[in-house]
Nanobody, 116 residues
Framework: QVQLVESGGGEVQPGESLTLSCAASGNIFRLNTMGWYRQAPGSQREMLAT????QGTHFTQGRFTISRDNAKNSVFLQIRNLKPEDTAVYYC?????????????WGQGTQVTVSS
């Protein structure tokens, strides 16, 4: 089993930046994909960014930068220039492939509220 714990959410003002963290523990394989989704009220879960173990330490797309520390089994999501529409619960996930196939694990989510 794998456990994921997110942190770093909270209430911020528009235009600010925020970095979310996610720490994984348990039976983690060397090769895996970690990433972030978010779900706003009344909306489906939306994928934001993913990063495989062998794809480097960070990737930037738009206002989002995903980075990971493989030694600490952690993944981070920096969001710049936050907007009210970024208000959502942000979920961390980890996917790894074992003998029986893919396993996907989710964190409990961390709330981000963007409001002036």
């Amino acid at each position: 089993q794998v456990q994921l714990v997110e942190s770093g959410g909270g209430e911020v003002q528009p235009g600010e930046s925020l970095t979310l963290s996610c720490a994984a523990s348990g039976n983690i394989f060397r090769l895996n994909t970690m990433g972030w989704y978010r779900q706003a009220p009344g909306s489906q879960r939306e994928m934001l960014a993913t990063l495989h173990t062998d794809q480097g330490t960070h990737f930037t797309q738009g206002r989002f930068t995903i980075s990971r520390d493989n030694a600490k089994n952690s993944v981070f999501l920096q969001i710049r220039n936050l907007k009210p529409e970024d208000t959502a619960v942000y979920y961390c996930y980890l996917r790894q492939t074992g003998i029986l196939g893919d396993h996907v694990y989710w964190g409990q989510g961390t709330q981000v509220t963007v409001s002036s």
